[in-house]
Structure formats: C-alpha cells, structure tokens
C-alpha cells in the first residue's frame, strides 16, 4: 500500500526545523495537545538502518522525543529511523501501522519531499547558511515559519525578512518556544484559519 494512499482522508501537519535542539518536538507536543484524534510519527533519519516501532516499550522511554509525542495527547506514535534513500518504504510501512485517526502529525525534514500536508510548520534559529538542503527545502515548503527566540539579541527584522525572502508565501513569526501563553493563542488561530 502506497503513502499517499494510507494518508487519504486523514489531515497531515508536518513539523521540521533548522537543526536539532530548536524546539521541533515542543512545538509538536503543542500541535498534539490542542488536536482531537491524530496519531504522531518521528522521523530519524539514521545513516546505516532502519526501524519502524510503535510498541510501548520503544515509544515511552522517559525522556525521548516519542515518550512526549505521545504524553502530550497522541492517539499513537510511530518512530521511523530509516536512512534518507530508504525513508519512502519506510514511511509506507508506518502509515500501515497507523490506528484510525483524523490526521497524522510528522515531525521530520525530509518527509517534506514526498508528501504535501494540509500544514507545515518550521521552527528556526541559527544562520541560514548552514542550513543542510533537507532543511532548505522544509523551510521553503512550510507554511509558518516561527523564528524560535531563545537568543534576546537577535535582529529579529532581519531574521524575519531573510525567512520571508526565501519564502514569501509563508507566515513569519517570532515567538519564544518555551513560552507557553504566548504561543498556544497563535497555534489556536492558526489551526483554525489552515486547518478547519
């Protein structure tokens, strides 16, 4: 069975970043908690093997990415680690896998070069030139893009119009991941206006 054809009739909100550590899985962990009935899959991509888990005692490991996709009110989790030329047959064995739901969830970059999903969302930071061509591509496929403020002296203008420059159909806006009441609002608004 085909990706495209196990995603049919199910809402697709992917989730990428510009490196690790940016806040990619907090911003899901937000996603998750304001959706009704979505299932999560993490994508890793691994250099030399692939797995496909959704049983519990690979998903809820305290701590990892999984255990918080699925604490913050995932109907199921799936974790891909496949590496970049395998990651297709490896997403089509996990959309396999999925239990009924309205939509999927996917926190990963290079997805975004196989599916096109109702929302894609991008967080940055960093310098766009280091950005690896993956993560080029997620950030100019997203439709919001949400400049992570974790350093206060960043040029946020600056930052902003780069963003916009390399997507100008994309919402740009600068928020600070870790504050939790100023970003579930705009998520709220969001899902409403791209989603509904």
Same mark, same amino acid.
């Given at each position: @069975?085909?990706?495209?054809?196990?995603?049919?009739?199910?809402?697709?909100?992917?989730?990428? *970043?510009?490196?690790? *550590?940016?806040?990619?899985?907090?911003?899901?962990?937000?996603?998750?908690?304001?959706?009704?009935?979505?299932?999560?899959?993490?994508?890793?991509?691994?250099? +030399? +093997?692939?797995?496909?888990?959704?049983?519990?005692?690979?998903? @809820?490991? #305290? *701590? &990892?990415?999984? +255990?918080?996709?699925?604490?913050?009110? %995932? &109907?199921?989790?799936?974790?891909?680690?496949? #590496?970049?030329?395998?990651? @297709?047959?490896? @997403?089509?064995?996990?959309?396999?896998?999925?239990?009924?739901?309205?939509?999927?969830?996917?926190?990963?970059?290079?997805?975004?070069?196989?599916?096109?999903?109702?929302? /894609? +969302?991008?967080?940055?930071? *960093?310098?766009?030139?280091?950005?690896? #061509?993956?993560?080029?591509? %997620?950030?100019?496929?997203?439709?919001?893009?949400?400049?992570?403020?974790?350093?206060?002296?960043?040029?946020? #203008?600056?930052?902003?119009?780069?963003?916009?420059?390399?997507?100008? %159909? %994309?919402?740009?806006?600068?928020?600070?991941?870790?504050?939790?009441?100023?970003?579930?609002?705009?998520? &709220?608004?969001?899902? &409403?206006?791209? /989603?509904?």
């Amino acid at each position: @069975m085909s990706l495209l054809s196990c995603l049919t009739n199910k809402k697709i909100i992917t989730v990428s *970043g510009s490196h690790s *550590g940016i806040g990619k899985t907090l911003l899901a962990e937000y996603l998750l908690s304001l959706l009704q009935d979505f299932a999560a899959i993490k994508v890793s991509i691994e250099d +030399f +093997f692939t797995a496909v888990s959704c049983d519990d005692a690979t998903i @809820m490991v #305290p *701590g &990892k990415d999984t +255990f918080r996709l699925k604490s913050s009110g %995932a &109907k199921q989790v799936i974790w891909v680690r496949s #590496p970049e030329h395998t990651l @297709m047959e490896s @997403m089509e064995q996990a959309s396999s896998l999925l239990v009924d739901c309205t939509g999927v969830l996917i926190e990963g970059n290079s997805i975004l070069t196989y599916i096109n999903p109702d929302i /894609a +969302f991008f967080v940055y930071g *960093g310098e766009l030139q280091t950005l690896k #061509p993956s993560r080029l591509y %997620a950030l100019q496929k997203a439709r919001v893009i949400i400049n992570n403020l974790r350093d206060e002296s960043a040029e946020i #203008p600056e930052i902003e119009n780069n963003l916009r420059s390399l997507n100008r %159909a %994309a919402i740009v806006v600068s928020l600070n991941l870790s504050d939790r009441e100023s970003v579930i609002p705009f998520l &709220k608004d969001i899902l &409403k206006q791209r /989603a509904g």
